[in-house]
């Protein structure tokens, strides 16, 4: 997998961050039956400043929040249906998935109310992250069982319990 993080801000020990990157992101590639070593993705490891930044300038949402994710390719899902997932030919460079940031103290802070190790739901929020920039999405109830499913059963080959 080759994911390219950056920690920009925050509380991150970079060097954790990217294990666990590096492991969630795979998990999820693989779960879909992708080869992780021909897809990459970037990550902002930020601040809650940042993300609310961000927040505001893609989202007009001026307020933190924990993760945010950009396709590098336009998805245009009808409601109800599955994405179809990327085609990466061998031999070529690693196709580019996407775009994730996430906020530390906000991670954090969910991961605390929650009563959930750290690692645990940061894991859970880069699998979310993962299949975001894959064209999954929980805009409707139907939408939001298959990718809770989907995350529910990654997590599970980590070693994450089920965080529904």
């Not at 902002?44 to 609310?52: M, P, V, Y």
């Not at 307020?63 to 109800?80: F, H, K, M, R, Y």
């Amino acid at each position: 997998m080759s994911v390219d993080v950056i920690v920009e801000a925050g509380d991150w020990d970079d060097a954790a961050f990217t294990a666990l990157a590096e492991a969630a992101c795979d998990a999820a590639l693989r779960h879909l039956e992708l080869d992780p070593d021909r897809f990459e993705i970037s990550l902002l490891a930020c601040d809650d400043a940042r993300i609310a930044d961000l927040n505001a300038d893609f989202r007009g949402k001026p307020t933190p929040t924990n993760v945010l994710s950009w396709p590098a390719e336009e998805i245009d899902l009808p409601l109800g249906e599955s994405p179809q997932l990327p085609t990466a030919p061998a031999g070529g460079p690693p196709v580019e998935l996407g775009d994730i940031a996430i906020a530390h103290e906000t991670c954090e802070r969910e991961a605390r109310d929650l009563g959930r190790p750290f690692a645990h739901h940061l894991s859970h929020l880069l699998v979310h992250g993962t299949l975001h920039l894959l064209g999954f999405d929980h805009i409707n109830d139907a939408d939001a069982a298959v990718m809770e499913g989907l995350e529910t059963r990654i997590l599970a080959t980590l070693g994450v319990p089920a965080p529904y």
